[in-house]
């Protein structure tokens, strides 16, 4: 089992930055894939950026090159920071992980609110 916590999220003006992060906690050693999904209203829930243990890191085309996603492997911790952002990017953001390469099961925050508004 894998425990998620996310934190940061909130409210920004459009053009503006904000972090969020996750750190995972249970009865495992390591986690092989991190990563942000999003979800906002009427919308099917979405990629925003994965990392892998090794550190290959995967984006959403909406986020690339404005969005950037690092881990910490031995704290099993995973930020996100978001740049030059837009109102398109508000949404609820889940954290995920999936601890095994060859076992496709994931676990999932609770979800951090971001909100791009003037």
């Known amino acids: 089992q894998v425990q998620l916590v996310e934190s940061g999220g909130g409210l920004v003006q459009p053009g503006g930055s904000l972090s969020v992060s996750c750190s995972a906690s249970?009865?495992?050693?390591?986690?092989?894939?991190m990563g942000w999904y999003r979800q906002s209203p009427g919308k099917q829930r979405e990629l925003v950026a994965t990392?892998?243990?090794?550190?290959?890191?995967d984006y959403g085309a909406s986020v690339e090159g404005r969005f950037t996603v690092a881990r910490d492997n031995a704290k099993k911790t995973i930020t996100l920071q978001m740049n030059d952002l837009k109102p398109e990017d508000t949404a609820v953001y889940y954290c995920?992980?999936?601890?095994?390469?060859?076992?496709?099961?994931?676990?999932w925050g609770q979800g951090t609110q971001v909100t791009v508004s003037s």
């Open positions: 995920s992980a999936r601890p095994f390469f060859n076992d496709p099961q994931r676990y």
């Open positions: 249970g009865t495992i050693y390591s986690i092989y894939l």
């Open positions: 990392v892998t243990s090794g550190g290959t890191t």
